[in-house]
C-alpha cells in the first residue's frame, strides 16, 4: 500500500506520518525524564505516554537502549548517590525518597550495584 501511494502521489504524505512518530518519542522522554523518580508503574507510564504498554517498551528499549525496569532502578541510584553524599542524608532517610519499601532491599540493591553498603559509600565519599 505504500509504494502504491508513493508511486501515485509522491512521499509528501510521508512527513505527517513520521512527524507523529517524533512527537511520541519526544513525548516518552519527556514523561521518563519527568516521572524517573515517581513511583509510576510501566502501565501508568505508557498510559500518560498514550501508548500501549508493549509499544511503551519497544520504544523505551529502541531509545534508551536498556529495558525500563533497569534504566529506573539505575536513575533511583543514582540520585540515592546523591543524596547520601551531597545532601547528607541517612540512608535510612534516603530509602523511601528513592522508591524503595524497604531498608533491607535498598541496601542490597546498592551493594549489588555500586559493591559498597549506602552507609560505606557515604562515609568513603564524604572523607575523600
Known amino acids: 500500500v505504500m509504494l502504491y501511494l508513493i508511486q501515485k502521489i509522491g512521499t509528501d504524505f510521508l512527513a505527517p506520518l513520521l512527524a507523529s512518530y517524533d512527537d511520541r518519542e519526544r513525548l516518552l522522554l519527556d514523561v521518563v525524564q519527568n516521572n524517573r523518580l515517581a513511583k509510576l508503574s510501566l502501565q501508568e507510564l505508557a498510559f500518560l505516554c498514550n ?3 508493549s509499544t511503551f517498551k519497544r520504544t ?9 525496569s533497569k534504566w529506573f532502578l539505575e536513575q533511583r541510584l543514582e540520585h540515592a548517590k546523591f543524596l ?3 545532601r547528607r542524608q541517612r540512608p535510612s532517610d534516603v530509602f523511601e525518597a528513592v522508591g524503595y519499601e524497604n531498608l533491607s532491599n535498598f541496601v542490597q540493591g546498592f551493594r ?7 552507609k560505606q559509600y ?5 572523607n575523600v
Not at 523505551?60 to 525500563?68: A, G, I, Q, Y
Not at 549489588?112 to 549506602?118: E, H, M, S
Not at 557515604?122 to 564524604?126: D, F, P, R, S, T
Open 112 to 118: 549489588k550495584r555500586y559493591g559498597l553498603t549506602p
Open 122 to 126: 557515604q562515609l568513603a565519599e564524604l
Open 60 to 68: 523505551f528499549v529502541h531509545h534508551f537502549k536498556t529495558t525500563p
Open 51 to 53: 501508548m500501549s504498554l
Open 84 to 86: 547520601l553524599v551531597s
